[in-house]
């Protein structure tokens, strides 16, 4: 995948914010720049990040967060409306509910959670991926989508999004696996949480994209149907999603 100096936006209050454009879905024709973009949360842009989004035309923000994420950091931008589409529990809150069990938090046992989480993204959260992909399909101007670090809700959104327009699945990946290179969370306070839990947190790895997508083909026959059955997407939508967003040929 070729590197591209307009991938990531270097904004001051948003690390993971980034441009979906110039790969190259159906037909051979690349998805178009400053189109369909996806980054963590935007309640720390600054005056300057957000004059940079409205340069870029910017004007619908799809958020993945959950009440409690939403009420801590809330944003408000001018000129971007804000739709909610929440994705509950978020795997902090599955993690409290296993201390809660009485269980130990290791590295190994928060991997399996992700695993599981990215599982039950696919077949418990369709509806919201579909909400997204119905706006996607109508949007006249650009928007983002963004959960809270912009790695997993968002991550999977993304993937499928990719998919839909033909990116093969290799590429896919190394998008979601740009996070690793670009995220830098916030600081922490003193926290008791061990090390290599929070190595696990912070961090997206293949296996976790490879749960959700295994979970595509043997729980809901394959991506085509998924597409079709699930998000709203059949071969007429998908045609009319490439018309929008890949380069004419």
């Not at 004007?59 to 000129?79: I, K, N, S």
């Not at 077949?123 to 101007?141: I, Y």
């Not at 809700?153 to 290179?181: C, F, I, M, S």
């Not at 991506?223 to 079709?228: F, G």
């Amino acid at each position: 995948m070729p590197r591209h100096p307009d991938r990531v936006l270097r904004l001051q209050g948003a690390t993971n914010f980034r441009d979906l454009g110039g790969y190259v879905g159906h037909g051979g024709r690349p998805l178009r720049w400053r189109a369909l973009f996806r980054s963590d949360h935007l309640g720390g842009l600054t005056p300057e990040d957000q004059a940079q989004l409205r340069d870029m035309g910017v004007r619908r923000a799809f958020d993945f967060r959950g009440v409690h994420e939403r009420a801590a950091q809330p944003y408000d931008v001018p000129g971007v409306s804000q739709h909610v589409l929440p994705i509950e529990p978020s795997v902090t809150q599955r993690m409290d509910a296993m201390v809660a069990g009485g269980q130990a938090l290791t590295g190994d046992a928060v991997a399996a959670l992700m695993r599981d989480l990215y599982r039950r993204l696919v077949n418990e959260q369709s509806h919201r991926f579909a909400e997204l992909f119905e706006h996607v399909q109508r949007a006249d101007a650009p928007l983002v989508f963004h959960c809270t670090a912009g790695k997993d809700r968002t991550g999977v959104a993304a993937a499928l999004l990719l998919l839909a327009l033909g990116v093969p699945l290799a590429v896919v990946k190394q998008d979601y696996l740009l996070t690793n290179e670009h995220y830098r969370h916030p600081p922490m306070p003193a926290s008791r949480t061990p090390p290599d839990v929070l190595a696990v947190l912070w961090r997206v790895r293949e296996d976790f994209l490879d749960a959700a997508l295994q979970a595509v083909e043997q729980d809901q026959g394959g991506l085509d149907r998924y597409l079709s059955q699930r998000l709203g997407l059949g071969p007429a939508a998908r045609d009319e999603l490439a018309a929008r967003y890949l380069q004419p040929a």
